[in-house]
C-alpha cells in the first residue's frame, strides 16, 4: 500500500504563497495520474490539479495561471506551488494516487470523485484571508 502525507498548508493573506508538498512512501507502479484536491465544509471534494506519470498536468479553471502542480519521481513527491492566493481557495487540500481510470489529462478527472483514487493523504489545511 501507499503512505500519503501532506504538509504546507498554513494562513495566509490574500495574494500570498504556499507550497504543498505530498511525500508517498513509495513509488506507486500502478499509478498514471496523481492529484490535488481541495475540501470545504459541506462540500465534497474537488480536484483542482492532476499531473500523469509523463508529465502532462490539467487545472480546474479557477486556479489557471496561479497553481501550478509537479512531481519529483525520484523523491516520491508531489508538489502544489500556489501563488496569487485568494479567500475561497481556503480548504483542506488532499493530494491522491492512482486513478482508477489511468490517465487523468484529456479525461474528466473533473468530476473525479474520492472513490476514483485509490490512495489519499491526510489533508493540509489551507486558510486566506480577505
Known amino acids: 500500500a501507499v503512505q500519503l502525507v501532506e ?7 490574500a495574494g500570498g504563497s504556499l507550497r504543498l508538498s505530498c511525500a508517498a512512501s513509495v513509488h506507486n507502479e500502478n ?3 496523481m492529484a490535488w484536491f481541495r475540501q470545504t465544509p459541506g462540500k465534497e471534494r474537488e480536484a483542482v ?4 506519470n509523463d508529465g502532462k498536468t490539467e487545472y480546474v479553471d479557477s486556479v489557471i495561471g496561479r497553481f501550478t502542480i509537479s512531481q519529483d519521481n525520484a523523491q516520491n513527491t508531489l508538489t502544489l506551488q500556489m501563488n496569487n492566493l485568494k479567500p475561497e481557495d481556503t480548504g483542506v487540500y488532499y493530494c491522491a ?3 482508477r481510470f489511468g ?3 484529456g ?3 473533473r468530476r473525479a470523485r ?3 483514487f485509490t490512495y489519499w493523504g491526510q489533508g493540509t489545511q489551507v486558510t486566506v484571508s480577505s
Open 7 to 13: 504538509s504546507g498548508g498554513d494562513s495566509v493573506q
Open 31 to 33: 499509478s498514471f495520474c
Open 49 to 52: 490539479a492532476v499531473i500523469d
Open 97 to 99: 494516487d492512482q486513478y
Open 103 to 105: 490517465y487523468c489529462t
Open 107 to 109: 479525461g474528466y478527472w
Open 114 to 116: 474520492e472513490s476514483d
